[in-house]
């Protein structure tokens, strides 16, 4: 009885915001704590981890009755985790390429989108700099994009779970 009550979608909502809320947490507590100064590719994986919170505090607050409103959230959590996801991947495999292979400096988010137009930021984010791979922060072995990857992995997965049930 206690695990049917859990896998309510509405707890599984609130368990994709705490996480998003404790990444966020984590991301800014090293910036601001700790210097780590964070790349374009972890701004972007920053905004993508606000969004993978925001639809879920929402779906929890709204609280929708019928099945077409839990999917629809449940697909957003699912479209936006699952593109955190693939931002991570592509910055823990810069940490795979030789280091003479990535730019030297690539500039800011801002500074990047204010002078490429969007199609180009975008390539020059995507493609990475040294920036990307300094390796400033481990917990447990892992980079700051290893634990980003895991922190969009289990809302993903629960947003799975949350689109097949059959009721809220």
């Known amino acids: 009885m206690v695990g049917s009550k859990l896998l309510k979608s509405k707890n599984l909502f609130a368990i994709s915001f705490f996480i998003s809320a404790f990444a966020l947490g984590g991301a800014y507590g090293l910036e601001h704590f700790k210097a780590v100064q964070p790349c374009p590719l972890c701004i972007i994986q920053r905004i993508l981890m606000g969004s993978v919170g925001l639809f879920p505090l929402i779906a929890f607050l709204h609280s929708p009755k019928s099945l077409f409103g839990i999917r629809i959230y449940s697909f957003l959590l699912f479209a936006f985790s699952g593109l955190g996801m693939l931002v991570a991947y592509r910055h823990i495999s810069l940490y795979s390429l030789p280091p003479e292979s990535l730019p030297s400096c690539m500039g800011s988010l801002g500074y990047l989108i204010e002078i ?53």
């Open 116 to 168: 490429l137009p969007w199609k180009e930021a975008l390539s020059a984010i995507w493609k990475g700099s040294d920036s990307c791979v300094q390796d400033t922060f481990q917990l447990f072995y892992l980079t700051i994009p290893e634990w980003a990857f895991m922190s969009f992995m289990i809302p993903f997965l629960l947003s799975i779970i949350i689109f097949i049930r059959k009721h809220g």
